[in-house]
């Protein structure tokens, strides 16, 4: 008997336990959900655009020796920089200098044989107007004369000669800059064929070579081109490190020729390479010859343009999207096109008109056409005021914080 008691009220059980998970599962009141809300404004950025450079050294000298003969001397510490006019290399001195004092002797043993013929053509001369004079003797000592000022003549180039292979065992610096390490030591002989010695690498300004792709190009050209074209443009660069080098650097040249491989064009730039510490040996400097970096062309003068913060933005299939808070708070999809923008600033050319708020907070829970509960978004970084073209190519930051269709 109390089995089927017991059995007949398990049904009711169950339905009861049903209806209070339901109850429970409910929300506890139909408030609307809160949000944060940022007015949509205009701000000033600079437009900047991303390249990948390498730094080109401006002048870069070979030092090879002129003369064949020993090394003698090497007077200068491999890797530090040097200046213009210091002594480099110093080659077996003697066997030159001996070909310099042999000139000199020729010379001298010339001019005085010219002086006496000079003598004896005066002497030839005077007497030909006397009975004892003949023509034949005056043209004789005139051609010793002109033959021996010839000989002279011959005496002084083969001493210039001399004096210029001289100075090629001397070998000097001509240009500032950083000195490699000497490929040929003291001892050995060394001659024009036999190669490179050293090489000396120029450091401060450096170039910064980076391609530009043609459609980037045409882009950048209706950009800054009424604006004053290379001066419109400043050009920085992010070392490897990630920091942003310090002085700007000035473009000086567009190659005239598209590369048929890659499409893009050779843009240079001339960026200052000071010393950091002056007082220091070798003397450290930033920028390194063959160094890859970051190229950032960023205009001279900044641009206005309607701008909220990247994290309101979702994607779908249909694009790049808002939520909008209308006058009776309730929240509208707004689909939107971006201009140059950053990770942290979206920067707005279709879409969104000025003073209109959108959603930057709690987007997890807001839904097309629900009311919400909006308030001032928390306070964040400053937006960055520098829009770059990798943004306008990233993929928007807020996707990965809804992104719902």
């Given at each position: 008997m109390s089995q089927a008691v017991a059995v007949s009220c398990f049904p009711a059980a169950l339905a009861l336990a049903l209806l209070s998970a339901q109850a429970t599962a409910q929300p506890v009141s139909g408030e609307p959900a809160a949000v944060g809300?940022?007015?949509?404004?205009?701000?000033?950025?600079?437009?900047?655009?991303?390249?990948?450079?390498?730094?080109?050294?401006?002048?870069?000298?070979?030092?090879?020796?002129?003369?064949?003969?020993?090394?003698?001397?090497?007077?200068?510490?491999?890797?530090?920089?040097?200046?213009?006019?210091?002594?480099?290399?110093?080659?077996?001195?003697?066997?030159?200098?001996?070909?310099?004092?042999?000139?000199?002797?020729?010379?001298?043993?010339?001019?005085?044989?010219?002086?006496?013929?000079?003598?004896?053509?005066?002497?030839?001369?005077?007497?030909?107007?006397?009975?004892?004079?003949?023509?034949?003797?005056?043209?004789?000592?005139?051609?010793?004369?002109?033959?021996?000022?010839?000989?002279?003549?011959?005496?002084?180039?083969?001493?210039?000669?001399?004096?210029?292979?001289?100075?090629?065992?001397?070998?000097?610096?001509?240009?500032d800059g950083k000195i490699t390490a000497t490929q040929v030591t003291e001892g050995n002989v060394v001659s024009p064929t036999s190669g490179t010695l050293a090489d000396i690498v120029s450091q401060d300004p450096m170039y910064v070579v980076f391609p530009v792709s043609v459609r980037a190009g045409l882009d950048l050209r209706d950009r800054y081109g009424p604006k004053g074209g290379f001066n419109a443009v400043v050009v920085k660069v992010r070392l490897p490190d990630g920091r942003i080098y310090g002085p700007d650097g000035k473009l000086d040249y567009v190659s005239p020729t598209v590369a048929e491989n890659t499409d893009t064009v050779t843009v240079r730039a001339v960026v200052p390479n000071p010393q950091i510490l002056p007082l220091s040996e070798p003397v450290p400097r930033e920028l390194f010859d063959g160094e890859f970096v970051t190229v950032l062309l960023e205009g001279v003068q900044p641009i206005t343009v309607l701008a909220i913060p990247r994290a309101a933005v979702l994607s779908d299939q249909q694009g790049d999207y808002v939520y909008v808070v209308d006058a009776q708070n309730k929240a509208q999809v707004r689909h939107i096109q971006q201009g140059q923008s950053t990770p942290s600033t979206a920067v707005i050319t279709n879409g969104l008109s000025e003073g209109e708020l959108v959603i930057s907070e709690g987007l997890q829970s807001v839904h097309e056409g629900e009311t919400i509960s909006p308030g001032p978004a928390t306070p964040g970084p400053q937006l960055d005021s520098r829009a770059g073209a990798s943004g306008r190519s990233a993929t928007p930051a807020a996707g990965s914080s809804g992104g719902r269709q």
């Open positions: 809300v940022v007015r949509v404004e205009r701000q000033q950025i600079t437009q900047s655009d991303e390249f990948v450079g390498r730094v080109q050294a401006i002048n870069r000298v070979a030092l090879v020796a002129r003369v064949a003969g020993f090394l003698e001397k090497r007077l200068f510490v491999e890797g530090t920089e040097v200046k213009k006019g210091n002594l480099l290399y110093v080659i077996e001195q003697p066997p030159f200098q001996a070909l310099v004092n042999a000139a000199k002797a020729s010379i001298e043993q010339f001019e005085a044989q010219h002086r006496n013929a000079q003598v004896t053509l005066q002497r030839a001369q005077t007497l030909l107007s006397t009975p004892a004079g003949q023509q034949a003797n005056v043209d004789s000592a005139l051609a010793n004369e002109r033959a021996l000022a010839a000989q002279i003549a011959g005496a002084q180039a083969q001493l210039e000669t001399a004096a210029i292979n001289l100075s090629y065992t001397a070998i000097s610096a001509p240009i």
